[in-house]
């Protein structure tokens, strides 16, 4: 598609409405993440990480009875915790991101035309 610039839109504002709603609004959006999105997608980049698959992967060997070394609630505890605490911290900065976009979003400007 094409955009469609009207300049004179004081003279044309039905041209203008028509041609705009097949655009969308100018508005900043950095955030990562949605309410419905924040557990799937953060736990598939904490997972892309090795560390974490190291640790995913001592807990599904664990489950072994014949492989098992240590309770399985103590594998698991390393690997809870790092996921949570980067999840907070994930969650924190996303929260952050969408508050500033908020701001920035709703702060007025002026519009020079000729």
């Known amino acids: 598609k094409w955009r469609i610039v009207l300049p004179d839109n004081g003279r044309r504002w039905k041209d203008w409405k ?9 508005g900043i959006q950095t955030t990562k993440y949605t309410w419905f999105t924040f557990l799937p997608q953060s736990l598939l980049g904490q997972f892309h990480r090795l560390g974490n698959l190291y640790f995913l992967f001592l807990v599904v060997l664990n489950c072994f009875p014949q492989v098992e070394v240590f309770h399985r ?22 929260y952050r ?15 020079y035309d000729k």
Not at 18 to 26: G, I, K, P
Not at 75 to 85: D, E, G, I
Not at 98 to 110: A, E, G, L, P, V
């Open 18 to 26: 028509q041609v705009s709603t097949f655009y969308s609004r100018n």
């Open 73 to 94: 609630e103590i594998t698991m505890l390393p690997l809870l915790v790092v996921l949570l605490a980067s999840m907070i911290k994930d969650a924190i900065e996303d």
């Open 97 to 111: 991101k969408y508050q500033y976009d908020k701001t920035i979003n709703f702060t007025k400007t002026r519009v």
